[in-house]
């Protein structure tokens, strides 16, 4: 079964300092992997995912993600943060194959970003 | 482009009744999904379908319950309610079976049972 940990509940960084969310997985297979983000009272929106290929990935708001394929992360980045990326964060993970799998979600990290 | 829309929006209810929520896909996309919100347990997945047929299903009693319809649009059904059924109810779209479609969220039902 695949699973997801996001190691830490919150963290807090002052603005204009980089930030890092933290993602690591567990799944039998290839993963396909996402971060989503949700703001108080709203759903949960998109910011980017890894397939397949560059490691790298470029996303919405600026937002990236590392994927480690040795290491099983996805860290999500981004170099100069803002008090409105103060949100509640999301990794997810579904196996990449023809089985039709869930997406599983981990807890969430709440990002607070100090002015 | 409209977004993936839920009604009602908020919803309370005494235990024992039981809820029905709805959800409209963003037009084009042929698979929902469901989901459970709560503090302790975050996103907790219910289940999936697509065109029509359910095509997942999470670890949760047989009391949770969901169809889908020829339109797309989503139901899911909670009989007999419980305290512990007090959560977010998130649905999200995708335009086709492909695992690897990221999922467009809805803004939720907030269910609270007394």
């Known amino acids: 079964a695949q699973s997801v940990a996001q190691p830490e509940d919150q963290v807090n960084v002052a603005e204009g300092n980089p930030l890092t969310v933290k993602c690591t997985y567990s799944?039998?297979?290839?993963?396909?992997l996402f971060w989503y983000v949700q703001y108080p009272n709203r759903g949960l929106q998109f910011l980017l995912k890894?397939?397949?290929?560059?490691?790298l990935v470029k996303g919405s708001y600026g937002f990236e993600a590392e994927f480690n394929k040795s290491q099983t992360s996805f860290h999500l980045k981004k170099p100069s943060a803002l008090v409105s990326d103060s949100a509640l964060y999301f990794c997810?993970?579904?196996?990449?194959?023809?089985?039709?799998?869930?997406?599983?979600f981990g807890k969430g990290t709440r990002l607070s970003v100090i002015a | 482009k409209a977004g993936v829309t839920q009604t009602p929006r908020y919803l309370i209810k005494t235990r024992g009744q039981q809820v029905t929520l709805s959800c409209s896909p963003i037009s084009g996309h042929r698979s929902v999904s469901w989901y459970q919100q709560t503090p302790g347990q975050g996103l907790q997945f219910l289940f999936e379908?697509?065109?029509?047929?359910?095509?997942n299903k999470g670890n949760f009693p047989g009391r949770f319950s969901g169809r889908q319809f020829s339109n797309s649009r989503s139901e899911m059904n909670v009989s007999t309610l419980e305290l512990g059924d007090s959560a977010l109810y998130l649905c999200?779209?995708?335009?086709?079976?492909?695992?690897?479609?990221?999922?467009?969220f809805g803004p939720g039902t907030r269910l609270t049972v007394l």
């Open positions: 379908y697509f065109s029509e047929t359910q095509r």
């Open positions: 997810a993970v579904r196996v990449a194959s023809s089985g039709n799998t869930p997406l599983v």
């Open positions: 890894y397939i397949t290929g560059d490691n």
């Open positions: 799944v039998s297979g290839n993963p396909y």
């Open positions: 999200a779209s995708s335009g086709t079976s492909g695992d690897y479609n990221e999922q467009f």
